[in-house]
């Protein structure tokens, strides 16, 4: 048994109260990093065309990641990806900036989604009706293709960052606090991109 299947199989049933085509699984990737933006997808898969071996994006290797992502962008009924930008996150704070990007993604979808089911324990106050759902990336189809989404998208963008400052890593630990992160950050200082709010770039500025 995955780890997936464990962590959804200690949680109840997950009831939900719409029974139309319109469902968006909302999920983001990024909060952790202390690079970059945050970026969130919104999905609304197509019941006539299931996708099989949708799974947290975590629990899968990065070459089935990039082929459920393909399978979803051409299965879907819809889908958008959106993004809250590192300057953003400094300015709002990585809660209120993830659930800007949540809410940019589900305002690009066509068509609009009906009901929504958002990764985590709170909406992003958009105005269409759902509910939060804890381990939700494990437990509905719609939330793992959007965690795939999200995560495809947000590791791209590490590798481009690496390609233009291969120093630092970017393309091993995508922007995460990582030993080898944190020494090219004292070593080589805080680029554009990386967040001035968070403790480890802030102190580093500090110093400067």
Known sequence: MTSSRRRSSELPPLVVPYAGVRLAGVDEVGRGPLVGAVVAAAVILDPDRPIQGLADSKALSARRREALDLEIREG???????????????????????????????????????????????????HVPGQAVVKGDARHPAIAAASILAKVTRDAQMV???????????????????????AALERLGALPEHRRSFGPVRRQLALL
Do not use: C
């Not at 481009?160 to 944190?182: I, N, Q, V, W």
């Open 76 to 126: 879907a009924l819809a889908f958008a990806v959106a993004e809250a930008s590192a300057t953003e996150v400094d300015e709002l704070n990585i809660f209120h900036a993830t659930h800007l990007a949540m809410r940019r993604a589900i305002d690009a979808l066509a068509p609009a989604a009906e009901y929504l089911l958002v990764d985590g324990n709170r909406l992003p106050g958009h």
């Open 160 to 182: 481009e960052l690496d390609a233009r400052h291969p120093d630092y890593g970017f393309s091993r630990h995508k922007g995460y606090p990582t030993r080898e992160h944190l």
